[in-house]
């Protein structure tokens, strides 16, 4: 239960408010760490729920895609311009944050990971690298400001970082498809 401790702990690291207006000063930080590290704090802390309520992952997340479901769902509404905006100027969306990212993205994509194929994996990757180029164009190229508390410069910065991240979801899916993996991810059964 190490792994609950430490997520827990980053979620309230990141609630402190020194952290969080650090992290909610910069548009690049917000999006790209703030809402990342409050993700991978759901994943840390997904083994202890799936322990302590197994018979409710059992019954509604049985194949695993309700789950990346829900984690796209949360994921797409945290891209959503207005969203940041409205999580800076309103207490509660800020503690829907809180809630969303780690305990309806993390937690449920952990949940979900073991029980979905290797195909749908690279199917949920070519999802993520479409939705972020999407995202890296929009934010680039936009005119205008589309976040209200942050700068043109600002926007443009989380654009290039969606554009690395689709950089890195190309690598990572040109090297599931052209390596042999299964030395990396042997039969169980094996080693029990």
Known sequence: MKQFRYGLTLVIFLALPPARDLLESVMAFHMHMQMMLLFVAGLLMAPFFQKHFGHIFGKYNETGLPGVVLFLIILLYWMLPRA?????????????????????????????????????????????????????????????????????????????????????????????????????????????
């Open 84 to 192: 940041m905006d409205e999580a800076l100027e309103l207490w509660y969306v800020e503690l829907w944050k809180f809630i969303s990212l780690p305990f309806l993205a993390g937690v449920p994509l952990r949940d979900s990971w073991k029980k979905i194929s290797r195909t749908f994996e690279v199917v949920l990757f070519l999802v993520l690298m479409v939705i972020f180029a999407v995202l890296a164009y929009l934010y680039i190229f936009a005119e205008s400001t589309l976040c209200n508390n942050y700068l043109m410069i600002d926007q443009q910065t989380v654009g290039w970082g969606f554009a690395f991240l689709v950089l890195c979801i190309i690598m990572y899916i040109l090297l599931v498809l052209f390596t042999d993996q299964s030395q990396y991810f042997g039969d169980d059964s094996e080693s029990a």
